[in-house]
Structures are given as structure tokens and as C-alpha cells.
């Protein structure tokens, strides 16, 4: 995919996603995905991870190279079973992103080890047993109980975190 007609995608991706937000109310406890595409495909943009591999991915797949580091990207309560699997170097993480915010200014980089840290001293893990005998680990909502809301978020600035804006530069300033 060449790197106009992933931009053009990407804003037309991203125009009817703030229009159904502003037009439909979720149902509750029900995501289409929607947001997590929109967040995933503006981070890659703002990244400059526009070709090929790095194109919107599918479920179970790393997300993004970039500058020689396993990137994924996550927002709210996502499905986080391919970082079990992926183990990847850092995670790129939103837990209120919407439709308009700037995603450089709204994210959290975190390793992929401290993500995962932050989840579990919070409480926020979900396991679900499928049907087929599977498992699936998505992040607890957490937006209905304040108290694990606001551990969770002093949790994510215990880490010292950078935005993803501070995230770029330096990985550009190490040359990496």
C-alpha cells in the first residue's frame, strides 16, 4: 500500500469513525473495534508507518516495527492475548482515547513488560474461558469502578512514562 493511499484511508477511516461517534450511542459493554483501528492506524500515521507490513494488522499480529522495536498499540479495554504471545518491546497505550483527541498528546509507551506490570497491580486481567476451550485475556473494563480507575492511572505515571510525541524523538535522537 503506497503511502497516499494509506493517508487517504486513514482519513476516511477516521472521518466516519468521529461521525458514527458522534451519531450512534454505543451499546453497553459491546465494541465494534472501530476505535482501536482508528487509534492503531492515527499512531502509525503520526509514527510515519505508512507501507506495507505496517499497514493495519489483524488480530494475533504485531502491530508495528518501528526503528527496530516490536510495537503494539491499545486503547481502552482491549483484547491483550497476542502480548502473551508477541512479547512486544513496547506497547503504545490510550485508556480514554476518542475520535478527536491528537494521539500523540493522549498516549502512554510503556515496555511491554511494564504494561503488563501495570495491568496486574491493578487487578485489571481479565481471563475468559471460551466454548472451545480456549482462553482469551482482555483488559477488565475499568471505567465503573473509580477506585481501580484511579489505581490504574497512578499506576501508568508510577512508570515515568513518555507520550508517543517524546516516544519518536527519541528513538530518532538514538539513531534506533
Not at 486513514?10 to 482501536?36: A, W
Not at 502473551?84 to 509507551?109: C, I, N, T, W
Not at 495491568?119 to 475499568?142: C, P, V, W
Amino acid at each position: 500500500m503506497k503511502k497516499e493511499e494509506f493517508i487517504k484511508r486513514t482519513r476516511e477511516f477516521y472521518e466516519s469513525e468521529k461521525e458514527q461517534t458522534c451519531l450512534v450511542t454505543p451499546t453497553k459493554g459491546v465494541s465494534s473495534g472501530k476505535l482501536g483501528l482508528l487509534f492503531e492506524s492515527r499512531c502509525k500515521l503520526f509514527l510515519g508507518l505508512t507501507r506495507g507490513k505496517n499497514a493495519i494488522t489483524g488480530n494475533g499480529k504485531l502491530d508495528a516495527r518501528f526503528r527496530g522495536y516490536k510495537v503494539e498499540f491499545k486503547q481502552g479495554c482491549s483484547p491483550i492475548e497476542q502480548l502473551f504471545h508477541q512479547k512486544p518491546d513496547f506497547v503504545v497505550y490510550s485508556p480514554d482515547f476518542l475520535a478527536d483527541d491528537a494521539v500523540e498528546k493522549v498516549s502512554y509507551v510503556l515496555t511491554g513488560g511494564g504494561f503488563m506490570e501495570v495491568l496486574e497491580n491493578a487487578g485489571l486481567i481479565r481471563i475468559k474461558k471460551m466454548t472451545d476451550g480456549s482462553i482469551k485475556r482482555t483488559i477488565q473494563t475499568y471505567k465503573n469502578s473509580n477506585r481501580k480507575y484511579n489505581l490504574f492511572l497512578d499506576l501508568l505515571e508510577e512508570h515515568n512514562l513518555m507520550t508517543l510525541e517524546q516516544f519518536r524523538d527519541t528513538l530518532k535522537k538514538m539513531g534506533g
